[in-house]
């Protein structure tokens, strides 16, 4: 299904889970430019098939700010981030129809 459009159920081929997982956290570095690593996931969840030729697009919310040990410098974010994705042709002055693909919540390490 991710290599032949063939095995799939949606006729197209399906994008591996690691690739919208990376799209999300690369739209979220660009946002957060001081963002070092990612230090431990809570959840993550493919809430639905991410495809060939899909856009994706992300939301983030930082949900907790904590101190990072003095010795270590910097600031722990707790992020929930949403992937969405729109799919099909795209049509002039008529907002795309987008689903939700990814629900992730983790912990990172910011400068």
């Known amino acids: 299904a991710h290599t032949d459009a063939r095995f799939s159920y949606l006729g197209e081929r399906l994008v591996y889970g690691g690739h919208t997982i990376f799209m999300a956290f ?3 570095t660009r946002a957060l430019p001081n963002l ?4 431990a996931w809570d959840s993550c969840d493919h809430t639905a098939p991410v495809v060939e030729n899909d ?3 992300t939301e ?4 907790d700010i904590l101190p990072a040990p003095a010795d270590a410098g910097g600031t722990l974010l ?3 981030v949403a992937c969405f994705a729109a799919r099909g042709p795209i049509v002039a002055g008529t907002p795309e129809a987008e689903t939700q693909v990814l629900d992730w919540k983790f ?5």
């Open 26 to 28: 690369s739209q979220v």
């Open 36 to 39: 070092l690593t990612i230090l």
């Open 55 to 57: 856009r994706l697009r």
């Open 60 to 63: 983030f919310t930082v949900t």
């Open 78 to 80: 707790r992020l929930h």
């Open 107 to 111: 912990w990172a390490w910011s400068l």
